[in-house]
């Protein structure tokens, strides 16, 4: 007797998180290598974003498409300013990117990474209070993995180290949780803004609610892909 055994593909590998780590600590690399403060301020202005008013007509659109600005939206994920800048994006990146892009796919995640991280840029840029300022870093898109983690796995939950007087203790607690406080703590900040350093808080918040909705309209084909594997 023959018996139909049904099979299961293991699911793909998942690169675009390390891939996207690897990119960014090149391009970090990359920035530290030049020789001179004035030519790492200059990659910073070529290859970051600026903030100021967006274009008001169809031929400002095309001199900012044409002249590199929109694309700076993108090139501007990947640089960052300082060791810190660097390491505190990428470890958020690894955390909440990893099984998120677990559920959605590589090609999505990417997806998610590059469209929200240049949306949350081109938000800073537009709302920015100071003009002509150079917007650099994955914070915008590392939010809104963060934020498709939560609409992914809701009911996650997250270990944190707390100190107990002369003790650590590990405990694990609601992801939905932390990263509602989070949330709330860049709202507020958006609204302080200098007051807390250089930071360009609305990207953390757009980039946020853009994972959250994008991860919310994925849920069809991300359910179809879950049930295939």
Same mark, same amino acid.
């Given at each position: 007797?023959?018996?139909?055994?049904?099979?299961?593909?293991?699911?793909?590998?998942?690169?675009?998180?390390p891939l996207?780590?690897?990119?960014?600590?090149?391009?970090?690399?990359w920035l530290?290598?030049?020789?001179?403060?004035?030519?790492?301020?200059?990659?910073?202005?070529?290859?970051?974003?600026?903030?100021?008013?967006?274009?008001?007509?169809?031929?400002?659109?095309?001199?900012?498409?044409?002249?590199?600005?929109?694309?700076?939206?993108?090139?501007?994920?990947?640089?960052?300013?300082?060791?810190?800048?660097?390491?505190?994006?990428?470890?958020? *990146?690894?955390? %909440?990117?990893? +099984? &998120?892009?677990? /559920?959605?796919?590589? =090609?999505?995640? $990417?997806?998610?990474?590059?469209? @929200?991280?240049?949306?949350?840029?081109?938000?800073?840029?537009?709302?920015?209070?100071?003009?002509?300022?150079?917007?650099?870093g994955a914070?915008?898109?590392?939010?809104?993995?963060?934020?498709?983690?939560?609409?992914?796995?809701?009911?996650?939950?997250?270990?944190?180290?707390?100190?107990?007087?002369?003790?650590?203790?590990?405990?694990?607690?609601?992801?939905?949780?932390?990263?509602?406080?989070?949330?709330?703590?860049?709202? *507020?900040?958006? %609204?302080?803004? +200098? &007051?807390?350093? /250089?930071?360009?808080? =609305?990207?953390? $918040?757009?980039?946020?609610?853009? @994972?959250?909705?994008?991860?919310?309209?994925?849920?069809?084909?991300?359910?179809?892909?879950?049930?295939?594997?």
């Amino acid at each position: 007797m023959f018996l139909k055994v049904p099979s299961r593909r293991p699911p793909p590998p998942r690169w675009a998180s390390p891939l996207l780590v690897l990119l960014c600590m090149a391009g970090f690399f990359w920035l530290v290598s030049l020789d001179g403060e004035a030519a790492r301020r200059a990659m910073l202005l070529r290859w970051g974003a600026v903030s100021g008013a967006l274009p008001a007509t169809p031929a400002e659109w095309w001199e900012a498409l044409t002249g590199g600005r929109l694309l700076s939206l993108l090139t501007a994920l990947f640089v960052h300013a300082d060791w810190s800048h660097l390491l505190g994006n990428m470890l958020f *990146l690894v955390i %909440f990117g990893l +099984p &998120a892009e677990r /559920a959605t796919g590589p =090609w999505r995640f $990417l997806l998610l990474y590059l469209l @929200g991280g240049a949306l949350a840029n081109l938000a800073a840029a537009a709302l920015m209070d100071a003009p002509n300022r150079v917007i650099v870093g994955a914070s915008g898109a590392v939010s809104a993995v963060i934020g498709a983690y939560l609409a992914l796995f809701p009911r996650a939950r997250l270990g944190i180290v707390v100190p107990l007087g002369l003790f650590l203790e590990f405990v694990r607690a609601p992801a939905s949780l932390l990263i509602g406080i989070w949330a709330l703590l860049q709202l *507020l900040f958006t %609204f302080v803004g +200098p &007051a807390f350093g /250089a930071v360009a808080w =609305w990207a953390h $918040l757009a980039g946020f609610i853009f @994972g959250v909705i994008f991860a919310m309209l994925s849920r069809p084909a991300i359910a179809r892909r879950l049930r295939a594997h």
